[in-house]
């Protein structure tokens, strides 16, 4: 009987070391990830972080107007500019003359390179679906569109001169956030070429 009870107290002091260890290990993990994504407990969290201190919302989502003013519209977090909606009606050749920018929604601006539309970064097939996280670095350290090496450069106001100072690992969180996010079929309509040529040719 006393080797059966001293039996039963090496084992349950054995699990508890062990169950204790393993607890340990797995707070030494979540620090190790928090580590590994920017102080948060995932990549998509701290992409997300990435998203909102990084303004992306205030071109690539539409707006909804509230008692304070035009807001970004949550439900079509970062679907671009709404395909059926058209630019501000303005004296296009007036503004690019005068160097001018204006915008209406904040998702399609008009100035002296005609007028640009922010593109829908939702994993839709009309947003990023298609893309690899490759062509996500591309796009955003080259300013190439759709991240293509021989594509077209991205138009004003995307900051990408200002983006590609971030490193590998912020550009993926935040590629793993859009990843994350609803898909919203929105096909965000082509750049419109200036009515002026510009200066110089």
């Given at each position: ?11 349950l ?63 079509l ?8 909606l ?6 296009r ?21 005609g007028?640009s ?8 097939q ?13 796009a ?29 690992d912020e ?10 996010l ?20």
């Amino acid at each position: 009987m006393k080797t059966k009870l001293h039996f039963i107290c090496i084992t349950l002091i054995f699990s508890a070391i062990l169950f204790n260890g393993c607890s340990e290990k797995e707070k030494e993990t979540a620090e190790v990830k928090k580590i590994l994504h920017g102080g948060y407990e995932s990549q998509v969290k701290w992409g997300e972080h990435l998203v909102m201190i990084g303004g992306c919302n205030d071109c690539h989502t539409p707006k909804k107007m509230s008692p304070k003013g035009p807001v970004p519209d949550m439900e079509l977090t970062m679907s671009g500019h709404p395909a059926a909606l058209p630019p501000p009606e303005v004296d296009r050749a007036e503004m690019e003359k005068n160097g001018l920018v204006v915008t209406r929604e904040l998702t399609s601006w008009i100035g002296p390179w005609g007028i640009s539309f922010a593109s829908n970064l939702t994993p839709d097939q009309t947003g990023i679906g298609n893309w690899q996280e490759s062509s996500f670095i591309i796009a955003l350290r080259e300013g190439k569109y759709k991240g293509m090496p021989s594509g077209r450069s991205l138009l004003p106001p995307m900051p990408w001169e200002m983006y590609k100072n971030m490193t590998d690992d912020e550009i993926k969180a935040i590629f793993a956030y859009l990843k994350s996010l609803k898909p919203i079929n929105n096909l965000v309509p082509q750049p419109v070429a200036p009515v002026s040529p510009p200066p110089g040719n």
